[in-house]
Structures are given as structure tokens and as C-alpha cells.
């Protein structure tokens, strides 16, 4: 079955950029999601189709794709944005979706 | 302001079903196409299955294929999950969501499968 590979964790300083990389054969060819998710909440989207930003995500929140792999940067980090951040997107056929593993990300 | 309640959680023995429901409301409900995403405890998340706008085309998870379907009525505005031969590992929170990659999500509701 289809994968979405993504490290486990990141760590970082406040200010300082978190970059979280996920890849999958399919990418090319899918666009790529991501979601940030807090400890006993909902997901939450913050970006959408690999670099589109919805209304209400801070301009710190960015999204890039290179071949196989999407990047989620987060700039300027703040001690709020520490959760776990989900990539998630489709497989060849379009029709079955798939979630990262996650990445725990650590304001030091 | 888009709003979507899931209820029907609960616990329930292996071998046993439940069906779940979602309320959605602030939105034009038909059409979206509309997805069950659920979370082990301490797990990531697991996209579980999809449905059309119409109903029409369904996709789920291999690992629930034969055993889960998922459904709408778009006269009530409503998405379900009918989980049959429930087993511990679909132990989850269940969350509902609209959109093949959602764009909004529910509470979620906690299925438990213990004896």
C-alpha cells in the first residue's frame, strides 16, 4: 500500500525555522496536504494543494515541492506552533488517501 | 460557519457494529465529496474511507474493506460509517470531515472494541 514518509520529530529555538519534509512515488502527480493537530484537538489544515495557505493560517506557515518530496516550513517559529504536523495525499489513483506518520515538532 | 457533530461512539465487544453519524451544517452538504479519518490512541491519523457527492463511488481503507461502509443522506445533510465485525484494533477516535483532503474536521467520536 501506498506510504507517506515523514521523521518522526523536529526540534527548534523560538524564532528559529522548523522544516518538516514528506515524501511518497505519487507526489508528482498529487498534491500534498498538511495539518497541524494539538494535543486533544481536531487537525487543523494549514496548507493546502502543496503552497496555498488557508485564510486564518498565520504568513509564517509555507508549503514547497521538489520531485517526490513536499516541504512544510514554518518561519520564525512561535512557542504555540509545537504539535504534531501531518502531510497526507493520494495514492496514483487519485482515490485512496493516505496520512504521514507525523512529525512531533519541539519548541525548545 | 461550517460545523460538523459526529455522534453513535461508544463501546462495543469484538465481533459486534455500531454507526456512526455526522451532522454537517453551514455548508451546501451535496456537494462535497465527505471522508472518516480516525486515531488510535497515541497514534497518527488513518484516512478510513471516502464518499462522492452523490454517493455514488465509495473508497475505504484496505483494512476495513468488507466490513465498513460509508454512506450519506443529503436530504438530512448527514455522512455515516455502518462498522460491522468490529475488531480492538479499530479502537479510535473517529473523526468526520468534508472534502477528499479535508479542509474541516469534526470533534470526533470514540469508538471503543473491548470485551
Known amino acids: 500500500s501506498y506510504e507517506l514518509t515523514q521523521p518522526p520529530s523536529v526540534s527548534v529555538s523560538p524564532g528559529q525555522t522548523a522544516r518538516i519534509a514528506c515524501s511518497g512515488d505519487?507526489?508528482?502527480?498529487?498534491?500534498a496536504f498538511w495539518y497541524q493537530q494539538k494535543p486533544g484537538q481536531a487537525p487543523v489544515l494549514v496548507i493546502y494543494?502543496?503552497?496555498e495557505r488557508p485564510s486564518g493560517i498565520p504568513e509564517r506557515f509555507s508549503g514547497s515541492s521538489s520531485g517526490t518530496t513536499v516541504t512544510l516550513t514554518i518561519s520564525g517559529v512561535q512557542p504555540e506552533d509545537e504539535a504534531e504536523y501531518y502531510c497526507?495525499?493520494?495514492?496514483?489513483?487519485?482515490?485512496?488517501?493516505?496520512f504521514g506518520g507525523g512529525t512531533k515538532v519541539t519548541v525548545l | 460557519e461550517v460545523q460538523l457533530v459526529e455522534s453513535g461512539g461508544g463501546l462495543v465487544q469484538p465481533g459486534g457494529s455500531l454507526r456512526l453519524s455526522c451532522a454537517a451544517s453551514?455548508?451546501?452538504?451535496?456537494?462535497?465529496?465527505m471522508t472518516w479519518v480516525r486515531q488510535a490512541p497515541g497514534k497518527g491519523l488513518e484516512w478510513v474511507a471516502n464518499?462522492?457527492?452523490?454517493?455514488?463511488?465509495?473508497y475505504n481503507v484496505d483494512s476495513v474493506k468488507g466490513r465498513f461502509t460509508i454512506s450519506r443522506d443529503n436530504a438530512k445533510s448527514s455522512l455515516f460509517l455502518q462498522m460491522n465485525s468490529l475488531r480492538s484494533e479499530d479502537t479510535a477516535v473517529y473523526y468526520c470531515?468534508?472534502?477528499?483532503?479535508?479542509?474541516?474536521w469534526g470533534q470526533g467520536t470514540l469508538v471503543t472494541v473491548s470485551s
Open positions: 470531515a468534508r472534502d477528499g483532503s479535508p479542509d474541516y
Open positions: 453551514g455548508f451546501t452538504f451535496r456537494n462535497y465529496w
Open positions: 464518499i462522492n457527492q452523490d454517493g455514488s463511488e465509495q
Open positions: 505519487a507526489l508528482p502527480g498529487q498534491h
Open positions: 494543494q502543496d503552497t
Open positions: 497526507q495525499s493520494a495514492d496514483s489513483s487519485g482515490h485512496h488517501f493516505v
